[in-house]
């Protein structure tokens, strides 16, 4: 009456998948072997036959007494949660959307990023044409979407190369924190130290560049400077909140997806990625106001 189905994980990236999956379902975590798996149950570990397997032996037989009774095997956790105006929501479900909006909301907030888009905005003032600042900056912040992008597409598929080690995890995670110290360091002592914002070294390319912008007559050669200025930025602007995309394509790998599947959730991080940076372009062109951020509210970002 008993059918014994044996998967060994450590040769099989599907087989890991199916443990992690089916382990998920119960409300527990994958992360020992031997694991058995049974009427909603899952048990961890190996002793010996008089001890592990006695105790597996009485609970798939009291798991059979129930089901010729005609008892309802216990069911896996429930993990919904009700909601005002969504109603019941599955969690499972929703984890990785919320990991998305949450992650990418936080992320959007770059501080380096603003500090170049709001230097070249107010450099385009005094042009006093809306039409090409609308033009320059969104370039730019269509430009910055992208190459954050291919960024997090290289991320994502070291991950997927790296597979299942549990070792990749955990580095990515000391990175995460350890970015997030410096940054926090830079709060209290700016620039004191290690500091993941732009170095003063490269601030004054990145000036001469966004001078050439403006001081171009040509609308083709402006945006064609505008594209190269958005890359050399970004490669600067990475630095400062590279823990976040790199946490996320981190869950990302671990999720059981399709190939196209994980570049639509990439595409859907960057675009919420760019919504703070179009509504300083729009803020911009509807105001004409020349704006630049300042060191304290670099601190606050």
Known sequence: WLRVHSAEVSASVEHARLYMKLAGLLGEDARSVPGFLFCGEMHVGYDSADTTG??????????????????????????????????????????LPLATVALAGLDAFNPCAFFVLLFLLSLMVHAASRRRMALVGSVFV???????????????????VAGELRLVTLIAGALAVAM?????????????????????????????????????GSLGPMLASTVLLAIVANSYELLCTAGFPMVYTRALTLADLESWQYYAWLAAYNVIYVLPLLAIVTVFVKTMGARKLTEAEGRLL
């Open 54 to 95: 006695a105790m597996l032996r009485e609970r798939l037989l009291a798991c059979r007494a129930r089901l010729e009774s005609g008892r309802v095997v216990a069911a896996p956790p429930d993990t919904s949660v009700a909601l005002p105006l969504l109603g019941a929501i599955d969690l499972r479900a929703w984890s």
């Open 180 to 216: 997030a110290a410096i940054n926090i360091k830079d709060f209290f002592w700016f620039k004191e130290g290690p500091s993941l914002s732009i170095p003063e070294s490269a601030k004054p390319g990145l000036f001469k560049r966004m001078r050439g912008i403006v001081a171009t």
């Open 142 to 160: 269509l430009c910055s979407g992208l190459v954050y992008f291919i960024f997090m597409a290289a991320w994502l598929n070291v991950f997927l």
